[in-house]
Nanobody, 122 residues
Framework: QAQLVESGGGLVQAGGSLTLSCAASGRTFSSAAKAWFRQAPGKGREFVAGIMWSGGSTAYADSVKGRFTISRDNAKNTVYLQMNSLKPEDTAVYYC???????????????WGQGTQVTVSS
């Protein structure tokens, strides 16, 4: 059964750091691309960062460049999102996604996790 399970969300003060993890199992870990999206209340789902499982090429939204880092551990079938210098506007539910291509559109991904809440207080 295809499954993505996120963990690591929580409450942090502005300027702080958090690391999110996404454990992949079943069909998901053979997907070529893994990505993180986020959705704030009243807003659409927004691309944050993505990584190719083979080769490790990465892509980032302009809003997180220089602050967030996506990485992978092939042996553990896990993707990470290291988030530094967090801002209140980073507050959202963060979702892990897997799909055949690396892109910024949610429609590019066919597997999704359940989401983990990240709240940044000012």
């Amino acid at each position: 059964q295809a499954q993505l399970v996120e963990s690591g969300g929580g409450l942090v003060q502005a300027g702080g750091s958090l690391t999110l993890s996404c454990a992949a199992s079943g069909r998901t870990f053979s997907s070529a691309a893994k990505a993180w999206f986020r959705q704030a209340p009243g807003k659409g789902r927004e691309f944050v960062a993505g990584i190719m499982w083979s080769g490790g090429s990465t892509a980032y939204a302009d809003s997180v460049k220089g602050r967030f880092t996506i990485s992978r551990d092939n042996a553990k079938n896990t993707v990470y999102l290291q988030m530094n210098s967090l801002k209140p506007e980073d507050t959202a539910v963060y979702y892990c996604a897997a799909g055949p291509v690396l892109g910024a559109l949610a429609a590019s991904y066919n597997y999704w996790g359940q989401g983990t809440q990240v709240t940044v207080s000012s």
